[in-house]
């Protein structure tokens, strides 16, 4: 699952991370999906590249066969977690329906920045984040998906999101992957060999080499920062699926 790519103007989309939605009966525990979401939000705000912060407050009004919650939601249901509070520079969205994009002006918003790409995360997998997902996939942006930074209510519908439908959709990836920082002295969980400079304060994207020797490592926008990283697998191989 290695993210070959990372476009200059990369948007990050924080999906539902609000008091109503993170207190559902989840398959996976959301305090770490909640300490993942809050760094990505913290490099992406360092990088000054767009972090979106999407709360939902209802549902579509079509009939479903599965019963839905009717009349008016509990008060703080719809109201961000403190970790997400928006600062000066985010968008926030607030949508009516699954997807982050329908009905709202989150393409407009994104288009002003030039955006070309989205990062999407949060709760719940199968739902409000596989479906911002294929809106931004059918609206032509190229779509990646931090799977370790999101959670569902179900283990299986998750796993389906992850294994079947979001490799259609664009890339997927894991904080060894795109947040590990390190010392130039340090070992990359066992492995030994060239640790490469990484320029970003979110390391989970491109490829580099140290010393003209591929080290399969992943680094991407020099000029942000001054993190290390290194391979985590032997060069020219690639990470194989993890599921979690």
């Given at each position: 699952?290695?993210?070959t790519?990372?476009d200059?103007?990369?948007?990050l ?8 939605i993170?207190?559902?009966p ?9 300490e ?18 999407v ?28 970790e997400?509070?928006?600062q000066a520079g985010?968008?926030?969205v ?24 989205v ?17 931004a ?36 990836a894991?904080?060894?992957?795109y ?28 490829s580099g080499?140290g ?6 490592g ?13 391979s ?8 194989p699926?993890?599921?979690?």
């Amino acid at each position: 699952m290695a993210i070959t790519t990372l476009d200059a103007n990369t948007a990050l989309i924080v999906i539902d991370l609000q008091h109503g939605i993170v207190s559902l009966p989840t398959a996976q525990d959301t305090r770490p999906v909640i300490e993942k979401c809050t760094q990505l939000v913290s490099a992406f705000r360092k990088a000054e590249l767009p972090v979106v912060l999407v709360n939902v407050a209802g549902g579509a009004p079509g009939r479903t066969e599965q019963p839905r919650h009717s009349g008016e939601l509990p008060a703080g249901w719809a109201t961000l977690i403190p970790e997400m509070t928006p600062q000066a520079g985010d968008i926030t969205v607030t949508k009516h329906s699954w997807g982050a994009f329908n009905n709202t002006p989150l393409h407009t918003e994104l288009q002003q920045r030039g955006v070309t790409q989205v990062i999407v995360v949060g709760v719940a997998t199968s739902i409000g984040v596989e479906s911002t997902a294929r809106q931004a996939y059918e609206l032509g942006y190229n779509v990646a998906l931090a799977v370790d930074a999101m959670a569902d209510l179900a283990a299986e519908t998750h796993a389906n999101s992850i294994e079947r439908i979001f490799p259609r959709l664009g890339k997927r990836a894991q904080q060894p992957m795109y947040w590990h920082r390190l010392t130039p002295d340090d070992q990359c969980a066992g492995i030994t060999g060239p640790l490469v400079r990484a320029g970003t304060d979110f390391c989970f994207t491109g490829s580099g080499s140290g010393s003209g020797t591929d080290t399969g490592g992943f680094i991407t926008r020099a000029d942000v920062c001054g993190y290390w990283f290194c391979s985590i697998q032997p060069p020219g191989e690639h990470f194989p699926p993890v599921i979690s």
